[in-house]
C-alpha cells in the first residue's frame, strides 16, 4: 500500500483515501487544492482514465455525502477532521446500521437504506491509529461511460468500475433481477477464483457461504435457501470455465450496463409550472414555487431522464444534445433547452447542496458526451494505442497459455486413460492372484483330505495285516487241528475196523459159549455207537474246515481289493502332488482407444464456448422459471412491480429511452409539465 508522508508539520494534513480495494496514505499541504490530491491518487494506482472518478467525503455541516471540488483547497471544503487517534465509525453518519458503506453510495443516504455487504476487513477494521487531524475521502466513480466496451481503455479502470458496480448492485443501489444477480454473482466468483474445476481440485481452503454473491432482496422475496442458490449459481460458474479475470469482469459489466439504473444518480425533485422564460422568472421571483406532483430526476451519461411512477421507466427523456445549458440557484435548478431559447424548464430539489450536485453531474456528463463525439485526443489515442499492443501482448500470451493448457490437458486425459489402463491390469491382476489364493488354498484342502485319506487307509492297512496274519494262524491251527483229526479218524477207524475184525473173529468163539453170548451182543452194540458217534464228529470237522478255508479265501479276496484301491488311490495322489493343476493368468492386451482426428483448435475452442453459452441460457430460463414459481407477493418492492410491469410489455432499457425521447424537444417539454 503506497504511503507518501514525511514529518508531520503544522501546515500538513494526513488524507485516508479509500478506493474500492485499496487505502492510501498521503500527506499534503494545508494550501493543497483537490485536483493535487485526486492526481497523487491516480498517479498511485496508475489511473490515466481520471476523469470517470472524484473524491467523495462526509460533509461536516450537512452530514451528507459530497463531492470533492477540485478547484478549491481541501481545508475550504467541509470535511471531517478526524481529532481521536482511533479512526472508528462517526456517531453522527447518516445511517448507523452496521451495514452502511458510505464509499458506494452516488447519491445522498437516507435512512432506509439496504445493504448486504461491508467494508472489506483492510478498510474496516477497527483500532487503527491514524496520526491526528486525518481526513477521510473516498475514491469513487463519478461519471459514467455510454459503452463499457469501447470507451474503458485501461485494465485498472475498467477493474475499478467492476469492483464500483458490483457492490452498487449488491447494496441495492442499482436494481437487478434475481436471476441476473445470480448470472452476476457466477461471473464475479469467476472473476476472483478462476474456474471452479480447479478451485475444487486444489488444496486450498474454499468456503462460499463467506462470499457476499446476491443482494439482500434475493433471499427476502425469493423461497430458495442460501444452499439452493449457491447450487445454482456453482453451476452458472462452471459454464464460465476458461475465462480470465479481465474476460469475466468486462462480461461482467456488460451485462450490468444493461439493467435500467445502471449509471443513473437518482434525486428527487418538486416541479414547478414552467413554459417561456417570462413565466420562469416570474416563477423565480415568487418566494415558493407552485408544488406539483413528485418526481424523480435521473441524470446519466447519456442525458437526464424523468420519472413519475414506474422508476425504471422514464416519462421524458433529454439528450445532452437537446439541452443547451443547465443553471442552478440555491434549490432550483433550470433546463435551458437547445434550438429554443426560451423554451426552459425549472424544479425544485430538497436542498441547496442537491441542486449544486446536480448541477455537478450535469456539466461534467454533458462535457464528456461532447467529448465522445470529438476527434479523440492525442492522449486517448496513444492510450488506445499501448492498451491495444498490451491487449495483442495479452491475446498472444493467452494463446500460448491456451495452447500449454490444451496440450496438458491432453497429456492429462493420456495419463489418466493410462491410468485406468494400469487399474484395468491391476484388478485383473488382483482377480488372477485371487483366483490362484482359491486354487492354492483348495488344494491345500484336497492335500489335507489326501493325507487324511491316506493315514485312514494305512490304518485300514494295518488292521488288514493284522486281521490277514490272524486268518493266517487260523489257517495253520485249522490245519495242524485238521491233521490232528485225520489222525483220529484213521485211528478211530482202524480201531473200528480191528474191533470189527475181533468181533467177527471171535463170534464163533462167543457164539459157542452159551453164557457169553449176550455179553458179546452187547460190546458189538456198544462198538458200533461209538463207530457212530466217532462218524459224526469226523463230519463236524470236515463242515467247520469248509467253513474255514471259505472265511480265510473271502478274507484274502477282501485284503487283495482292499490292497489295489489303496495301491491305486496312492498312484494318484502322488500323480497330483507331482503335477498338479494350474490356472494360467489370462494374456495382457493393452487398452488401446480409438484416436479420433482432432480438429482445429480454434474451431474446438468456438464449438466448446457456444455449447457453454447454449447450457447458460438454459439454467437461466430455469432459474427464472423456479424464481417465478418461489417469489413471494408479499415481499415485492415497487421496483419488482415495475420491472415486472416493463418486462409484461417487453420494454427493456433502452425500448423505454427511445419511447420517452420520441417527439419533439418541444413535445416532451410540454409532456414534462403535463405530469
Request: include cysteine; hydrophobic fraction near 35%; charged fraction near 25%.
Amino acid at each position: 500500500m503506497p504511503v507518501f508522508s514525511s514529518k508531520k508539520k503544522s501546515d500538513e494534513y494526513c488524507c485516508k483515501i479509500f478506493t474500492m480495494d485499496a487505502e492510501l496514505q498521503f500527506t499534503v499541504e494545508a494550501t493543497a487544492k483537490g485536483h493535487t490530491l485526486f492526481s497523487l491518487v491516480c498517479q498511485t494506482i496508475g489511473l490515466r482514465e481520471h476523469w470517470y472518478f472524484g473524491l467523495k467525503f462526509l460533509d461536516k455541516i450537512t452530514n451528507e455525502w459530497t463531492w470533492l471540488q477540485m478547484n478549491k483547497t481541501i481545508l475550504s471544503q467541509p470535511l471531517h477532521i478526524l481529532s481521536n487517534t482511533i479512526l472508528s465509525k462517526r456517531p453522527d453518519s447518516p445511517n448507523t446500521s452496521d451495514n452502511f458503506k458510505p464509499h458506494l453510495l452516488r447519491s445522498p443516504p437516507t435512512s432506509a437504506s439496504n445493504s448486504t455487504l461491508s467494508l472489506p476487513s483492510s478498510l474496516s477494521s477497527g483500532g487503527q491509529q491514524y496520526p491526528k487531524g486525518t481526513l477521510e475521502l473516498y475514491f469513487v466513480v463519478k461519471f459514467y461511460p455510454e459503452d463499457i466496451t469501447n470507451e474503458l481503455i485501461q485494465d485498472i479502470t475498467r477493474h475499478l468500475f467492476y469492483l464500483q458496480v458490483k457492490q452498487d448492485i449488491l447494496n441495492m443501489d442499482i436494481y437487478c433481477p434475481p436471476d441476473t444477480a445470480a448470472h452476476l454473482a457466477s461471473l464475479a466468483l469467476q472473476a476472483k477464483f478462476s474456474d471452479y474445476d480447479q478451485i475444487i481440485s486444489s488444496s486450498e481452503p474454499f468456503n462460499l457461504e463467506s462470499e457476499a454473491l446476491l443482494p439482500l432482496s434475493c433471499f427476502q422475496k425469493i423461497e430458495l435457501s442460501r444452499t439452493d442458490w449457491f447450487d445454482r449459481i456453482i453451476a452458472l460458474w462452471r459454464t464460465h470455465a476458461s475465462l480470465t479475470r479481465d474476460e469475466s469482469e468486462m462480461a461482467y459489466l456488460k451485462h450490468a450496463q444493461d439493467l435500467d439504473m445502471f449509471g443513473l444518480s437518482f434525486f428527487e425533485i418538486s416541479k414547478m409550472q414552467g413554459g417561456n422564460k417570462s413565466n420562469t422568472l416570474s416563477q423565480q421571483q415568487s418566494d415558493q414555487p407552485s408544488i406539483a406532483a413528485e418526481l424523480w430526476l435521473g441524470i446519466d451519461s447519456l442525458g437526464i431522464r424523468f420519472y413519475k411512477k414506474n422508476k425504471l421507466r422514464p416519462e421524458v427523456f433529454f439528450s445532452w444534445c437537446d439541452i443547451k445549458s443547465v443553471t442552478a440557484h440555491d434549490k432550483k435548478v433550470i433546463l435551458n433547452m437547445a434550438g429554443d431559447k426560451h423554451a426552459t424548464f425549472a424544479f425544485y430539489s430538497a436542498k441547496s447542496s442537491v441542486s449544486k450536485e446536480i448541477l455537478d453531474l450535469a456539466t461534467g456528463n454533458h462535457e464528456l458526451y461532447m467529448r465522445r463525439r470529438r476527434e479523440e485526443s492525442i492522449e486517448i489515442q496513444q492510450m488506445r494505442y499501448f492498451e491495444e499492443q498490451q491487449k495483442k501482448e495479452k491475446l498472444r500470451i493467452f494463446a500460448r497459455e491456451r495452447q500449454l493448457r490444451l496440450q496438458a490437458e491432453k497429456e492429462r486425459d493420456e495419463i489418466e486413460r493410462k491410468f485406468i489402463e494400469y487399474q484395468q491390469q491391476m484388478k485383473e491382476i488382483h482377480d488372477t492372484l485371487l483366483k490362484y489364493q482359491e486354487a492354492a488354498e483348495l488344494l491345500a484342502r484336497k492335500a489335507h483330505i489326501s493325507s487324511e485319506e491316506a493315514r485312514l487307509q494305512a490304518e485300514k492297512a494295518i488292521e488288514i495285516e493284522t486281521q490277514l496274519e490272524r486268518c493266517k494262524y487260523e489257517m495253520n491251527r485249522n490245519e495242524e487241528e485238521k491233521r490232528l483229526y485225520a489222525r483220529q479218524i484213521s485211528e478211530c477207524e482202524q480201531i473200528i475196523s480191528t474191533l470189527v475184525n475181533d468181533s467177527v473173529k471171535n463170534a464163533a468163539y462167543y457164539s459157542c459159549r452159551s453164557g457169553e453170548s449176550s455179553f458179546l451182543s452187547s460190546t458189538i452194540e456198544q462198538r458200533r455207537n461209538e463207530a457212530e458217534e466217532l462218524k459224526l464228529e469226523v463230519a463236524k470237522w470236515r463242515v467247520a474246515e469248509a467253513a474255514a478255508r471259505e472265511k480265510l479265501l473271502s478274507i484274502t479276496q477282501l485284503n487283495q481289493s482292499i490292497a489295489v484301491s489303496t495301491a491305486a488311490q496312492h498312484a494318484q495322489h502322488n500323480l497330483a502332488q507331482s503335477s498338479p493343476r494350474t490356472i494360467s493368468p489370462p494374456p495382457y492386451r493393452p487398452m488401446h482407444r480409438v484416436q479420433e482426428p482432432n480438429p482445429n483448435d480454434e474451431r474446438a475452442y468456438l464449438i466448446e464456448k457456444q455449447s457453454k453459452q447454449a447450457q447458460l441460457a438454459l439454467q437461466l430460463q430455469d432459474l427464472k422459471n423456479v424464481i417465478q414459481s418461489k417469489t413471494i407477493e408479499g415481499q415485492k418492492t415497487q421496483l419488482d412491480m415495475d420491472y415486472e410491469q416493463n418486462l409484461a410489455v417487453g420494454d427493456n432499457k433502452y425500448s423505454t429511452i427511445q419511447k420517452a425521447s420520441s417527439g419533439t424537444a418541444s413535445k416532451r417539454m410540454a409532456m414534462l409539465q403535463d405530469l
